[in-house]
């Protein structure tokens, strides 16, 4: 083979190997832009959880939560939302999926208390479900009214999870120290939601644009019954007429003259989730009965005959077992 054939060969050679190089630092180079910007990103969602939960009470479980969710968002209203579910999350495996509220005690007191933190475990969830609901229906225009209930329901669900550790007072065993460990998370997740809302508010505070200027807070309007404001113009129509002049939809009556002889039985026939008020006239008498007012029993009046007519009473005590939640005469 002549020197110029092998010029030529070694020349190729030299040229593919250039460019095998070439596109190999082509491609080194891209991959670290890639992971230059990949780590940018991570770094700004780590910076926006920081941010977030920095005025929470428990920050640590506030950053351990939200980034266990594997979020790429920046947005610190997308990081409120997920808190929010993932205290749901938490209130429903311990409501549904814990094996300490299955348990049956021979200790009345301990069975009581653990009935009694499904129940509120389940009302919990339910304040945080329709704060979740609320943030995404969110009116700018009345803002305010809209941050004051979310804080009054945050503020609902963390003493219903505290008035379950509460029930395991002179329990037996070790059951409310086993409560108050299942709770732990969910409590301090609750906390937080609280503190963000609080944020939120203080933040909208600040702002005064034509959105939010005209924000109201929840609050009693100018009239002699004090009425709250949900209560629309037909509700307080009928609400200032004097009781004797209100037409009720039923009537309880112990001497037969009503649609009912009990409040209970009356109770179980009453429309859920109504648009409107649904009178309910309890005529002078005692009754001794247990009322519990499912929550689904929207715009719901009772009308008696006066305090020292109508009234309703119950013998349930904490004494003979009964925790402070189930002891009252008349609750929600």
Same mark, same amino acid.
């Not at 059951?175 to 409590?187: A, C, Q, T, V, Y």
């Not at 009965?289 to 929207?298: D, G, H, S, W």
């Given at each position: 083979?002549?020197?110029?054939?092998?010029?030529?060969?070694?020349?190729?050679?030299?040229?593919?190997?250039?460019?095998?190089?070439?596109?190999?630092?082509?491609?080194?180079?891209?991959?670290?832009?890639?992971?230059?910007?990949?780590?940018?990103?991570?770094?700004?969602?780590?910076?926006?959880?920081?941010?977030?939960?920095?005025?929470?009470?428990?920050?640590?479980?506030?950053?351990?939560?939200?980034?266990?969710?594997?979020?790429?968002?920046?947005?610190?209203?997308?990081?409120?939302?997920?808190?929010?579910?993932?205290?749901?999350?938490?209130?429903?495996?311990?409501?549904?999926?814990?094996?300490?509220?299955?348990?049956?005690?021979?200790?009345?007191?301990?069975?009581?208390?653990?009935?009694?933190?499904?129940?509120?475990?389940?009302?919990?969830?339910?304040?945080?479900?329709?704060?979740?609901?609320?943030?995404? #229906?969110?009116? /700018? =225009?009345? &803002?305010?009214?809209?941050? $004051?209930?979310?804080?009054?329901?945050?503020? !609902?669900?963390?003493? @219903?999870?505290?008035?379950?550790?509460?029930?395991?007072?002179?329990?037996?065993?070790?059951?409310?120290?086993?409560?108050?460990?299942?709770?732990?998370?969910?409590?301090?997740?609750?906390?937080?939601?609280?503190?963000?809302?609080?944020?939120?508010?203080?933040?909208?505070?600040?702002?005064?644009?034509?959105?939010?200027?005209?924000?109201?807070?929840?609050?009693?309007?100018?009239?002699?019954?004090?009425?709250?404001?949900?209560?629309?113009?037909?509700?307080?129509?009928?609400?200032?007429?004097?009781?004797?002049?209100?037409?009720?939809?039923?009537?309880?009556?112990?001497?037969?003259? #009503?649609?009912? /002889? =009990?409040? &209970?039985?009356?109770?179980? $026939?009453?429309?859920?989730?109504?648009?409107? !008020?649904?009178?309910? @006239?309890?005529?002078?008498?005692?009754?001794?009965?247990?009322?519990?007012?499912?929550?689904?029993?929207?715009?719901?009046?009772?009308?008696?005959?006066?305090?020292?007519?109508?009234?309703?009473?119950?013998?349930?005590?904490?004494?003979?077992?009964?925790?402070?939640?189930?002891?009252?005469?008349?609750?929600?």
């Amino acid at each position: 083979m002549g020197s110029t054939a092998k010029v030529a060969i070694l020349s190729v050679t030299f040229i593919a190997l250039l460019a095998a190089v070439v596109a190999l630092i082509v491609m080194m180079h891209r991959h670290s832009e890639e992971k230059a910007e990949h780590t940018k990103q991570d770094d700004d969602v780590k910076a926006s959880i920081r941010a977030v939960c920095e005025h929470t009470d428990y920050k640590e479980t506030c950053v351990e939560s939200l980034s266990k969710t594997g979020t790429h968002s920046t947005d610190p209203y997308d990081h409120v939302k997920a808190t929010f579910e993932i205290t749901i999350k938490q209130l429903e495996d311990a409501a549904n999926n814990s094996t300490l509220m299955k348990e049956v005690h021979a200790d009345p007191r301990t069975n009581d208390a653990l009935k009694c933190c499904k129940e509120l475990a389940d009302l919990a969830v339910m304040d945080l479900r329709r704060s979740v609901d609320k943030m995404l #229906g969110f009116d /700018l =225009s009345d &803002v305010g009214r809209s941050l $004051v209930q979310l804080k009054i329901w945050m503020s !609902g669900a963390i003493t @219903y999870e505290q008035t379950c550790l509460d029930g395991f007072e002179k329990a037996e065993g070790d059951s409310g120290e086993r409560m108050r460990k299942l709770l732990n998370i969910s409590m301090e997740l609750t906390s937080n939601c609280l503190a963000m809302i609080t944020d939120l508010s203080q933040a909208f505070e600040i702002i005064d644009t034509p959105q939010t200027s005209n924000r109201r807070l929840l609050h009693l309007s100018n009239n002699d019954l004090n009425l709250p404001e949900w209560v629309d113009d037909t509700d307080r129509s009928m609400l200032q007429k004097a009781p004797k002049k209100i037409n009720p939809n039923l009537t309880v009556a112990q001497d037969g003259s #009503g649609d009912f /002889l =009990s409040i &209970v039985e009356a109770l179980k $026939v009453i429309p859920t989730k109504s648009k409107k !008020g649904f009178v309910l @006239y309890i005529k002078q008498g005692i009754y001794n009965e247990i009322i519990r007012f499912p929550k689904n029993l929207t715009h719901l009046v009772l009308i008696g005959d006066g305090p020292e007519k109508t009234k309703i009473t119950g013998n349930l005590n904490y004494i003979d077992g009964v925790s402070t939640f189930h002891t009252a005469t008349v609750g929600n």
